[in-house]
C-alpha cells in the first residue's frame, strides 16, 4: 500500500496481474518521474514483503469474490466447462483459485511462489515510451544486476487430450434461461497454424452479427441474443469454446443447431467473401490494438512469454493477407471437432437433462 501511494501521489500508475502463463509487474507515469517509478518496480519484483496481515485481507477478498462468482450463470459455466475438459490438470481449476486451495494460502506459501518464479532466467523486461535504450539499459543493470540467480520454472504437463463426448448440467432450478458452453481442446498459442485457425474462427463466431453462428443461431432462429466463439491459445493446448444463452425450453434445439454450425464450417468452409471479410476485420482490429504504447509493450512480451517470432507483429496482416481458401478450410478440418465436443449447461436440470439426452449421457452436477 505504501508504494501504491508513492505511485498516486505522482499521478502514475501500478499494476501486477497473472494470467496462466505470466505474472506481470507494471509501472507508468511521467518520464521526469521515471527514476522513483523505477525503484517502485525493483521493489515489487526484487523485495516484496508478504506482510502476514495484507495476505489475509487479500485472500478473505478473493474468498467472498469466488463465493460471489459461484453466484453468476456465466462464471459457473465457465469453471465447469475447464473442469469436464481439463480434468487433472491446472487449466481444469479456475485462474482464481477455488476455496479449497485459497483458504490454503498464507505468506509462507506466497514467498515460496515467488521464490520459485521470480528468477532473472525467467523474466522479461519491456518498456515503451520517453526512454533512450543506453540509459535504460543502465538502470536495469542497476536495479537488477544483483538478482540472485535460481533455477528456472520447468513447465507443467500437458494437458489431456479428451476424444469423448460429455455432457455436464450444473443444477441451478431458479434459472429460467440457460447457460451453454460447447468445446474441445483448442491449441497452443505458438501453434504454427494459428493465423488461419484465427480466421476460420472468426468466419465462425468472433466477427459479431457477421458471424455463422449470429446468423443462424440469433438472426435466422432467434434462440438467443449473443453466441460466440473463441480459441484461447495459452502456452499449452488452450480450449475451443462457443458461448451462448437460451431460454430453457429451446436448449436441445440451440444445441442441436450449434453443433451442426461446427460440423459445417468443416463441409461447407468459408467461402471466398467471407474469407475477404474475415480478413480485413482482423487486420482493422489488430491495428486499433496496438495504438498505445502499453498495448505495444503488452503484445511485445506476450511474443517472448510464447517463444513467438520477433518479428510477428510486422509481418501479422501480410499473413493475413496471403491465406488460401484451402489453408483455412484445412484449418477447419482439423481443429474444429463437433463430435469430441463437451456440452456443459447451466440451468434447471429436471428441465434440461430430458433435452441433452439425445447427444449422449448427462452428468449433474450442484454448484
Sequence with gaps: LELAAVVDSLGGSLSVGADWDAVTVVVGGLSRDRDTLFDVLADVVLRPRFDGDEVE??????????????????????????????????????????????????????????????????????????????????RVAEAFGSWAEGPTPEPGPEPPLRRERQIVVVDRPDLGQAQVVIGHAGIARNETRRIPVQVMNTVLGSAGFSSRLMGKIRAEEGLTYGIWSRFVGRRQRGPFA??????????????????????????????????????????????????????????????????????????????????????????ARDFVRPDEAAIVVVGPADAVVPQLEPFGEVRIVQP
Design 242 to 331: 462457443v458461448g451462448t444463452f437460451t431460454r430453457v425450453p429451446e436448449l436441445g434445439r440451440l444445441v442441436s443447431l450449434t453443433l451442426a454450425e461446427l460440423a459445417r464450417i468443416r463441409e461447407q468452409p468459408p467461402t471466398a467473401q467471407e474469407l475477404a471479410a474475415a480478413k480485413s476485420l482482423l487486420a482493422g482490429r489488430f491495428a486499433l490494438g496496438l495504438e498505445t504504447s502499453a498495448a505495444v509493450v503488452s503484445a511485445l512480451v506476450d511474443l517472448d512469454v510464447h517463444a513467438l517470432p520477433a518479428d510477428s507483429l510486422d509481418t501479422y496482416r501480410g499473413r493475413i493477407r496471403a491465406l488460401t481458401e484451402e489453408q483455412v478450410a484445412a484449418a
Design 57 to 138: 485481507r487479500v485472500r478473505a477478498e478473493q474468498l467472498a469474490g469466488l463465493e460471489k462468482s459461484r453466484e453468476d450463470p456465466d462464471t459457473l459455466a465457465s469453471w465447469s466447462f475447464a473442469a469436464a475438459l481439463y480434468e487433472g490438470h491446472a487449466y481444469g481449476l479456475p485462474r482464481a483459485g477455488t476455496p479449497e486451495t485459497v483458504a490454503g494460502l498464507d505468506a509462507d506459501a506466497a514467498r515460496a511462489f515467488h521464490g520459485q518464479v521470480f528468477v532473472p532466467g525467467n523474466a522479461v523486461f519491456f518498456a515503451a515510451g520517453d526512454v533512450e535504450a543506453e540509459t535504460l539499459e543502465a
